[in-house]
């Protein structure tokens, strides 16, 4: 594993973040094919054993089932300071209101069962609260001792130039990371918001970095219980399917000239485009192994020309 330091923060995180939308009750209704206590502890530790150290959550991921199976997992298996914990605000009553912020906290701190979140992310931008209570609202659990860095998540790149802009003037805690939708099949955050946290020294994490499997194989579809029922897949990649084949089968093509994996191709271009760490799910521990390979992987400019010659413009799937 190889690590980088997530923004200015000063945290170090492995360059590859397990992303724990996989765990939780599926009686939630959030998603079928989620994992048990057991079966979370098992992708869990061989994370560990691979030299993860970062792992994103969030209070809405199946009900606060994945932040609970995630914290018992996590104390079972390694000393709290050794591992990186993120987890997300938004999607709960109030959003990032004050009032909510404050109260989200709590209950992620417990049902993670740690005193501390070395990352809080808000889930997206909030129309309904005035920025400057949000931000002051975070930059309080900072001083707290509550949280240790701030980061955001998919929104327009104005809308997190101004939150900054408002804890720079305030001398408030400003974001360190963006988890943003970023992958070969989706590239529209290259025109405002990568740019933006470029200027901002602010770190990439992107969320569904193989495009929920899209990246990771030739055929389009497949007969597991995640690609038959994850109808949020099928909203973010279907419609564009025909178009986006030829970007899939360019990831085969680099594949086959180096004799690896798809999966490899799609995680190394976001290295290549200078993702800190991007965030996988996984069901299965070799899901893992096939993604730590992506770090010995280097591609050429020809290969990412390759890789991205064929894109077209997307419309907007991630900001609200």
Known sequence: MKYATLGHSGIQVSRLCLGCMSFGDPASKMHAWTLNPSETETIVKHALDLGFNFFDTANVYSAGTSEEYLGRAIRRNVAREEVVLASKVYNNEGKLSKKAILREIEGTLKRLGTDYLDLYIIHRFDYDTPIE?????????????KVRALGASAMYGYQFHNMQLAAEKNGWTPFVSMQNHYNLLYREDEREMIPICKQYGVALTPYSPLAAGRLSRREWKTDTL????????VMKYDSTEQTDKAIVARVAEVAEKYGVTMTQVALAWQYHQGVTSPVIGATKAVYLDDAAGALDLSLTAEDVELL?????PHRIVGAL
């Not at 995640?226 to 897949?233: F, G, I, L, N």
């Open 308 to 312: 991205c010659e064929n894109y077209v």
């Open 226 to 233: 995640r690609s038959q029922t994850d109808r949020t897949a």
């Open 133 to 145: 209570e949000t931000m002051e609202a975070l930059n309080s659990l900072v001083k707290a001792g």
